[in-house]
Nanobody
Framework: QVQLVESGGGSVQSGGSLRLSCAASGPTWNRYWMAWFRQAPDNEREGVAAQTSGRNRTYYADSVKGRFTISRDGADGTLYLQMDNLKPEDTGTYFC??????????????????WGQGTQVSVSS
């Protein structure tokens, strides 16, 4: 069973930065793809970024390209999300997720099997 625990959320002003972490444990074959999602109040959960094990392939939502960077620590499997130039529309609860192997990248919530509890990010203007 995969377990995912997010941390690093907080409150920042527009233009600021935050770094989220997701501590991961459990079978590595269920963590081939790891991803970040976010959900603003009254909105559906949306994919932000995803990366394969070995950091071979990375995939970003258009809304965060050039501002967010996803990475993984190969030693302990921790997933990170470096968020720079934050905007108020980035506000929401950020979730870490994982799934097993598939060739094509995906940021659909239905394609991920394991989820963390989330960490809150608030960006003020």
């Amino acid at each position: 069973q995969v377990q995912l625990v997010e941390s690093g959320g907080g409150s920042v002003q527009s233009g600021g930065s935050l770094r989220l972490s997701c501590a991961a444990s459990g079978p590595t074959w269920n963590r081939y793809w790891m991803a970040w999602f976010r959900q603003a109040p009254d909105n559906e959960r949306e994919g932000v970024a995803a990366q394969t094990s070995g950091r071979n392939r990375t995939y970003y939502a258009d809304s965060v390209k050039g501002r967010f960077t996803i990475s993984r620590d190969g030693a302990d499997g921790t997933l990170y999300l470096q968020m720079d130039n934050l905007k108020p529309e980035d506000t929401g609860t950020y979730f870490c997720a994982s799934r097993g192997y598939r060739y094509d990248p995906t940021l659909r919530t239905s394609d991920y099997d394991y989820w963390g509890q989330g960490t809150q990010v608030s960006v003020s203007s």
